[in-house]
DNA sequence: CACAAGTGTTACGGTTTTGTTACCGTTATA
DNA sequence: TATAACGGTAACAAAACCGTAACACTTGTG
């Protein structure tokens, strides 16, 4: 399931949005500001940023520049009203990916979000290799040798996550933010016993594992081959 | 051939698009209001449906609406005057998959209506086997054995579903929109019941599946062979 | 009307998964 | 070397999840 974030400070074009994009199975997070926009983006990461220029606290072109400055790549679609021709350029200029000028169709714009994010899954596969392991995420099946392998739901979720950001260093915030959501009660603690699980399942020797590797202080990294 | 249902109440613009898609070799079935599209709809449905908003007794938006909630996935193209998009379709889950805005080009219109039936006609295979099963979604029969079975149309339709995306691991929710429609409230554990039922009647042994697997926390996947 | 078939919900029970805790070895630091 | 912080892991109790039978409701039919 694919996450948005919109920013959008007028309530009918908001509600509008949501419950267009709510209803084609999306998870939609929303923020009235720039501000607030802001924040949410960078800890939550959603998969495409809709954003309008005009927005209180922050406007549009602040969010977008501010969000590449943390090198946050999302795609972002950004709203324009218009006769704001020149502020396109700016916009494109600053790091938006598209712009859409109001009034639009929403068919329109459900086409280009969908153009964004399916150019992103070619680019994110879903299928990985590593070691004798391969693990399909359409079918959620892992094998090893050939040889398929039951990984428990969050076993799954955290391999993907881990196979999604190869050769990072990832905190245990980011882990569990992504693994177990933007709300839990989880300790931290409880990230390394799944990753014991998980070595226990993939790595060729757990105890000295290889693809699984420990970062002191900080949290783990997935180094690939 | 294919049939087209086209709901429209001016007679310049019915006549015009009658006259087009017949010289083109299609079946067009007519309705010049929104009561009289919805039933013909239902009876004979269509392979894809051009739907004007302004209409008599029943709009657009509200003809739309009532086919996707009886489950009715045909295509829908709306034809929109100008100015009528943004707000209010925007406000509405209405479910049309295409807009075509006043005045359009009648070739643009076919274009889009081919690109539709097209994209249908390639993904539709109308027999499925798999096991000692065999299902032919045309006349609805579904025989095992070479003896046939009595599916419920809610199991024939989740089976479609399941053979329709082999391998793939389908979520509740995918499911549920696929199966029971869009506008259900309809809990997910009913599902899970219908696994069950439909487990009894293609499984070779119901308690150790072999085609229909569990994907714990997701929902189900179908395996072929 | 009685009856049958189809559907959706609920509740029970077995199984799996999950999160925490505690204990222990390892590593960084003074 | 002593100490403290950190991560690995086994064990356990609680929670979540799914299969399924039972029941109620609706609809269609003779």
Not at 46 to 61: A, E, F, S, V
Request: glycine share 6%.
């Amino acid at each position: 399931m694919h996450t948005l974030l919109i920013i959008e400070d007028d309530p009918a074009m908001l509600r509008g949005l949501q419950d267009n994009f709510g209803f084609k199975g999306y998870r939609v997070l929303i923020a009235v500001d720039g501000e607030q926009g802001l924040n949410l983006a960078l800890d939550t990461r959603p998969d495409l940023i809709i954003l309008d220029i005009m927005l209180p606290k922050i406007n549009g072109y602040e969010v977008c520049r501010l969000l590449r400055k943390e090198k946050i790549e999302t795609p972002i679609i950004m709203l324009t009203a218009k006769g704001q021709e020149a502020d396109v350029v700016l916009g494109l200029n600053i790091g938006a990916d598209d712009y859409v000028t109001k009034p639009f169709s929403i068919r329109e714009l459900i086409a280009r979000v969908e153009a964004f994010l399916r150019r992103r899954d070619d680019e994110q596969p879903t299928e990985y290799h590593f070691g004798d392991c391969h693990l399909d995420v359409a079918s959620r099946v892992f094998t090893r040798n050939g040889q398929t392998v039951n990984l428990t739901p969050r076993e799954f979720e955290m391999l993907c996550y881990f196979l999604e950001r190869p050769g990072r260093a990832l905190t245990r915030d980011e882990i569990l933010n992504h693994v177990w959501g933007y709300s839990t009660f989880v300790t931290s603690r409880s990230i390394d016993r799944f990753v014991t699980t998980l070595r226990n399942k993939i790595e060729p020797d757990p105890h000295a594992p290889r693809f699984i590797l420990t970062v002191r202080e900080i949290g783990y990294r997935f180094q690939p081959e």
